[in-house]
């Protein structure tokens, strides 16, 4: 980060959170484009940021520190929620923890007091605290559920909260710091970040098995249904059977991706064992062919099974499966988002992967570790960051329109879209986008298809850098070395 300009933090702080501390303000300067210089003691005539206990001089940004915030952390507990206190900035109405009540800042002639540990309840949404400790209670492993967080019992799912804490960080700086007050452009002028990535849970979803199937099915419930039994029927026996071809479909999406100038990334399944069949198409012979023919040239990450976001042997299995047609594997993002935090970490650390893209909801759209940029996350049992690049999955198509999940028509997920990339734009920062190959059918999923074409086209309006996953990171890595 030296081309960017040095900003001394002053960290006042027990030993053991010292490291955490570090993560966080590094995960801020890295979005503020900032190289921060970290020095450690209880004064330090030159720093422009200080962070411990009240000290005995002002410098130009003071951000409240308690002392046993440090203790929290490691006592391994949730924070309790009566602690939790809320005030309005930027438009959004925010938790903060380990803070004092009242207003968020406090200003002298030549000082600013942020009375909100932005840092502390940074790690807390960074890490994601709430979910690590409840899996320390013994839930059960699998999907992270949406109604045990914090972003669903505060409604603060489409605020990335961290993001804001950064901006609460600019504002204090604007006031006394202004000479580090700048620009968050990408690829030098963009206003925004948007990610493309297309999970392939099916290489060829329409075999005739499940043609046949999905006739019964149709013709079994057409008292029930049957304008939409009748549709259905006519549009899979013409267009399954006669019309539609996997292959074409997927091509179409590389060339109208290419036409309009973007890039995306393709997670592919590497087990061979799922119990559908069709899930299985690593290990079938013309699909292995048709995949180096449409994906040779792409940024094309593993699509773990759920099995592999735990068991690094199973991890190893799959990407060795990829890696065999000659795709070099960077990224990964498990299926049905199976994760855990701090065991899935480590083992694509140890793997080698360069990031990961799993940390979403899949009931909600929104921010599960509260941030919409790349991050590197915090591997607790070691007081460290990983090495692994968390670029966060924001918008999944299946969370849009899913009876299961928030269960949206076409126009309020394009609403939903928009105000997302506004955002963005108004922040400077990222929105990543999931649309998995079989939304493009235009039988089961009418109009899901072309939502995707035309977000990307306001996106491109708005000034966006729409691009894969890994020309992400490759732009992140350059502001974190």
């Known amino acids: 980060m030296e081309r960017y300009p040095n900003i001394n933090i002053l960290l006042n702080l027990p030993e053991s959170y010292i490291p955490k501390a570090e993560f966080v303000f590094r995960t801020f300067c890295y979005i503020l484009r900032l190289n921060p210089k970290f020095i450690y003691g209880a004064h330090f005539e030159a ?53 004092l009540g009242g207003p968020i800042f406090s200003f002298s002639t030549e000082s600013c007091i942020l009375r909100k540990d932005i840092v502390a309840g940074g790690f807390y949404f960074l890490t994601c605290w709430h979910e690590y400790i409840l899996s320390n209670m013994g839930l059960p492993r699998g999907r992270v559920d949406f109604k045990e967080s914090l972003q669903y019992r505060w409604d603060f799912s489409e605020v990335p909260v961290v ?29 925004f970040a948007m990610s493309l990535s297309h999970d392939i849970d099916y290489w060829r979803f329409w075999d005739d098995s499940s043609i046949r199937k999905t006739a019964k099915y149709n013709l079994y419930t057409l008292y029930k249904r049957p304008l939409n039994a009748l549709y259905k029927l006519a549009g899979h026996h013409l267009h399954k059977k006669y019309l539609y071809n996997h292959y074409r479909l997927l091509h179409k999406i590389l060339q109208k991706e290419q036409d309009l100038k973007v890039k995306s990334t393709w997670f592919l399944m590497g ?36 099995e592999s976001a735990y068991d690094l042997e199973v991890l190893r299995a799959e990407l060795a499966n990829l890696r065999e047609l000659g795709f070099v594997v960077e990224g990964f993002r498990t299926h049905y988002l199976h994760f855990d935090y701090q065991k899935s970490f480590s083992n694509l650390e140890t793997e080698g992967i360069k990031y990961d893209s799993t940390l979403g909801y899949w009931e909600n759209i929104g921010f599960r570790a509260g941030i919409s940029f790349p991050f590197y996350p915090f591997n607790i049992a070691e007081n460290r960051p990983f090495r692994v690049l968390e670029i966060p999955l924001i918008v999944m198509d299946t969370s849009l329109y899913s009876t299961r999940a928030m269960d949206m028509g076409r126009n309020g997920a394009k609403l939903a879209l928009r105000r997302l990339i506004n955002v963005a734009g108004l922040y400077q920062s990222h929105l990543s986008l999931l649309w998995h190959n079989t939304t493009f059918d235009p039988v089961d999923y009418p109009g899901w298809g072309s939502l995707y074409w035309k977000t990307i086209r306001y996106a491109l309006r708005k000034g966006g850098w729409i691009t894969s996953l890994k020309d992400l990171y490759d732009e992140w890595v350059t502001l974190s070395y």
Not at 82 to 90: Q, R, T
């Open 271 to 306: 087990s061979s064992s799922f119990e559908d069949p069709r899930q299985n198409y690593i290990s079938d012979m013309a699909f292995r062919e048709e995949i180096i023919d449409l994906l040779g040239q792409q940024d094309v990450g593993l699509h773990g099974s759920p």
């Open 47 to 99: 720093a422009h940021i200080y962070y411990g206990p009240g000290p005995s001089r002002d410098y130009p940004v003071r951000i409240q520190f308690e002392n046993e915030t440090a203790d929290f952390f490691e006592k391994r507990e949730l924070y309790p929620l009566e602690k939790v206190n809320f005030c309005s900035f930027k438009n959004h109405h925010l938790p903060f923890l380990f803070s």
């Open 163 to 191: 993001d804001v804490y950064c901006q609460a960080l600019t504002y204090a700086m604007q006031q006394t710091l202004p000479e580090f007050v700048r620009d968050t452009t990408w690829q030098e002028t963009k206003r």
